[in-house]
């Protein structure tokens, strides 16, 4: 996500490296080039030129202190204007009906279904929210069956009538359901439909005005760049909407979307997808995003993964075992499995400070914590709990079970004890702990296959 908008954009700013003041020729000359960065990225051509001429005119009325360096001064005005652009400070759900009401709206493949479980999942983790999901789509075949899977993996109620195409009384019978059985929080899953169709866009609007919903997401594929714009403008033409979901964000998409909607249409951006599994939704940030585009991380965002996944209690049994060198596989598997939670591998390295361009080109494949899991689990557990125990003819035996190799199981008994002694070290130095866990990341390139 956004890689190739944060090379260019650095690339940028090094026109300013070495010059010893602001003039309006240089930053002429960085500014072009910023704005051909964010035009290739799919921004909006007027978005763009808006940007660098905001940028241009607040570089220039500055003066540059004795200890900031023009490019330095550069980064954080574009900083700035970028959080700006994409609504400056994250948006909340408003919720204060009873129940509340979600509309979830958008294009057919956008991913609403998907959405729908994951916000469900989310007020249900965090907002100790007891939602009812509601299927709303009568017309994509498999479409209720596939909320009711949606539902079954995230633990949350799915309201349906198969056979009843009359969406606004599936949506009021739903919303009388959520108040029999004490559901404060109504999900509403609705077909995909173009901003063209009359019919279908009229069916949503009516749905809309008959349940009068707290909130009304338009749920919008990243991937399709400027096309999700101008299908945002459509849809915001015709229901008002209260704010946007950008799904897919994950994949290789240029950003121009995430950049451009917010001014387009006026509305917040409230949630980003990151991936298919049910956590992989984040409330949007634009602060933090603009940190993630100039390569920045955001360290924020992977400590708050890590404390929604991490149980503090744990975490001091952990150390305590980790100080006397006690740690084994089955703390290591524990380790992997929280990980997992947290969201794509190479997504949560990228948000460490300087580790998005080291990694840029390295294939992090999450299938390779599936090998050291199906190792870990051909260990009986004598072996998991003593490791050191495990030699040579056990070893052969481990990487038969696990359909491995000898050598991937060395391997793996290898940075097993490196990654001890490391975490042994990361205990005794605080200040230091995202640094080393950062260079052993780097180091780790070499993974199973």
Same mark, same amino acid.
């Given at each position: 996500?956004f890689?190739?908008?944060?090379?260019r954009?650095?690339r940028?700013?090094?026109?300013?490296?070495?010059?010893?003041?602001i003039t309006e020729?240089n930053v002429?000359?960085t500014?072009k080039?910023?704005?051909?960065?964010?035009?290739?990225?799919?921004?909006?051509?007027?978005?763009?030129?808006?940007?660098t001429?905001?940028?241009k005119?607040?570089?220039?009325?500055m003066?540059?202190?004795?200890a900031?360096?023009?490019?330095?001064?550069?980064?954080k005005?574009?900083?700035?204007e970028?959080?700006?652009l994409?609504?400056?400070t994250a948006s909340?759900?408003h919720?204060?009906g009873?129940p509340?009401i979600i509309?979830?709206?958008?294009?057919?493949g956008?991913g609403?279904t998907?959405f729908?479980?994951?916000?469900?999942?989310?007020?249900k983790?965090?907002?100790?929210?007891n939602p009812?999901?509601?299927?709303?789509?009568?017309y994509?075949?498999?479409?209720?069956e596939q909320?009711?899977v949606?539902?079954?993996t995230?633990?949350v109620?799915?309201y349906?009538?198969?056979?009843n195409?009359d969406?606004v009384?599936i949506?009021?019978n739903?919303?009388r359901e959520a108040?029999?059985?004490?559901n404060?929080?109504?999900?509403?899953?609705?077909?995909?439909?173009?901003?063209v169709?009359e019919?279908m866009?009229?069916e949503?609007?009516t749905?809309k005005?008959?349940?009068?919903?707290?909130?009304?997401?338009?749920v919008?594929d990243?991937?399709t760049?400027?096309?999700?714009?101008?299908?945002?403008?459509?849809?915001?033409d015709?229901?008002?909407?209260?704010?946007?979901v950008l799904?897919?964000l994950?994949?290789?998409?240029?950003?121009?979307?995430?950049?451009?909607?917010r001014?387009?249409v006026?509305?917040p951006?409230?949630?980003?997808?990151?991936?298919?599994?049910?956590?992989?939704?984040d409330v949007?940030?634009?602060?933090?995003? #603009?940190?993630?585009?100039?390569g920045m991380g955001?360290i924020?965002?992977l400590?708050e993964?890590?404390?929604e996944?991490?149980?503090?209690?744990?975490a001091?049994?952990?150390?305590?075992?980790i100080r006397k060198?006690q740690?084994d596989f089955?703390?290591?598997l524990?380790?992997?499995?929280?990980?997992k939670k947290m969201?794509?591998l190479?997504?949560?390295?990228?948000?460490i400070?300087?580790?998005g361009?080291?990694?840029?080109?390295?294939?992090?494949d999450d299938?390779?914590?599936?090998?050291?899991?199906?190792?870990?689990?051909s260990?009986?557990p004598?072996?998991r709990?003593?490791?050191?125990?495990?030699?040579q003819s056990r070893?052969?035996?481990i #990487?038969?079970?696990s359909g491995?190799t000898?050598q991937?199981?060395s391997?793996l008994m290898?940075?097993f004890?490196?990654?001890?002694?490391?975490?042994?070290?990361?205990t005794?130095?605080?200040n230091s702990?995202?640094m080393q866990?950062?260079?052993?990341?780097?180091?780790?390139k070499?993974?199973?296959r």
């Open positions: 996500m890689e190739n908008l944060s090379d954009l650095e940028s700013f090094k026109i300013l490296k070495g010059e010893g003041k020729i002429a000359e500014l080039d910023v704005r051909r960065a964010l035009l290739d990225a799919d921004v909006n051509y007027k978005v763009a030129k808006t940007f001429d905001t940028v005119q607040k570089a220039l009325g003066n540059v202190l004795t900031v360096k023009p490019g330095q001064l550069m980064v005005i574009v900083h700035d970028l959080a700006e994409m609504g400056g909340e759900l919720l204060e009873r509340a509309l979830m709206s958008g294009l057919q956008s609403k998907t729908s479980g994951k916000l469900a999942n989310m007020l983790a965090k907002n100790r929210k009812l999901l509601v299927a709303c789509d009568v994509r075949p498999a479409a209720i909320l009711g949606v539902g079954q995230v633990g109620p799915v349906s009538e198969p056979g195409k969406v009384a949506a009021q739903a919303i108040k029999a059985k004490g404060d929080v109504v999900i509403i899953d609705t077909a995909g439909r173009l901003a169709d019919q866009m009229d949503i609007a749905l005005e008959a349940v009068k919903p707290d909130e009304t997401l338009f919008v990243s991937m760049g400027q096309d999700a714009v101008n299908t945002a403008k459509e849809f915001n015709r229901l008002d909407f209260d704010g946007v799904t897919k994950d994949g290789d998409t240029r950003g121009g979307a995430a950049l451009s909607i001014t387009v006026t509305k951006i409230k949630f980003i997808g990151t991936g298919e599994k049910m956590e992989a939704i949007f940030h634009p602060a933090r995003m #603009a940190d993630r585009i100039l955001d924020v965002s400590v993964r890590a404390q996944q991490f149980d503090e209690k744990q001091k049994e952990l150390e305590k075992k060198n740690f089955n703390d290591f524990a380790q992997i499995q929280q990980i969201g794509n190479k997504d949560l390295a990228a948000m400070p300087g580790m361009k080291a990694i840029k080109d390295i294939d992090i299938s390779v914590l599936k090998n050291i899991e199906a190792i870990i689990y260990m009986t004598k072996e709990s003593n490791p050191k125990i495990i030699n070893r052969m035996r #990487a038969k079970g491995t000898l991937d199981v391997r290898k940075q004890d490196q990654m001890r002694s490391m975490m042994k070290l990361v005794g130095a605080p702990k995202m866990m950062a260079n052993a990341m780097r180091q780790m070499g993974r199973l």
